[in-house]
C-alpha cells in the first residue's frame, strides 16, 4: 500500500535565484506568484510525493507564454523567480541553471 503521509514541512529554501520582480511584465510576476502560492499550497497538503509533478500558468498578457515549475526543485523550494518562462516553440525565456523536464514541456506547451 503506498505511503500517503504528507511530505514533511521544511523551512524556506533559499535557492540565490535572484529576483524576476519588475524584469517581467506585471502580469507575468503576478502570474508567478500565484503559481508559486499554488505550489507551496499543494506541498503544505502533501499532495506531490515526487519533484515529477508540475503545474503552469499561461502569462495572461504574452498567451503564447506558459510559466512553470523547473526539473529538480520541490514543491517547497519553488519561489515565483525560480520558475521558468517557455513559450509554445519550447524555447525556455528564463534565465536558469535549471531546466524545464521535457515530457512537462510537451504537455503543457501543448495546452
Known amino acids: 500500500m503506498p505511503d500517503t503521509a504528507p511530505m514533511p514541512k521544511t523551512a524556506h529554501v533559499d535557492l540565490n535565484t535572484p529576483s524576476l520582480e519588475g524584469r517581467v511584465s506585471e502580469a507575468g510576476w503576478e502570474t508567478r506568484v500565484n503559481l508559486a502560492a499554488a505550489f507551496r499550497i499543494a506541498y503544505h497538503f502533501g499532495w506531490n510525493h515526487t519533484i515529477h509533478n508540475r503545474f503552469a500558468a499561461r ?15 520541490g514543491w517547497h523550494e519553488i519561489t515565483a523567480s525560480s520558475l521558468i518562462t517557455s513559450d509554445c516553440n519550447g524555447n525556455d525565456l528564463t534565465p536558469s541553471d535549471y531546466r524545464l523536464a521535457q515530457a512537462g514541456r510537451n504537455f503543457h506547451g501543448a495546452i
Open 59 to 73: 502569462v495572461p498578457d504574452a498567451p503564447d507564454h506558459f510559466v512553470m515549475n523547473p526539473q529538480g526543485l
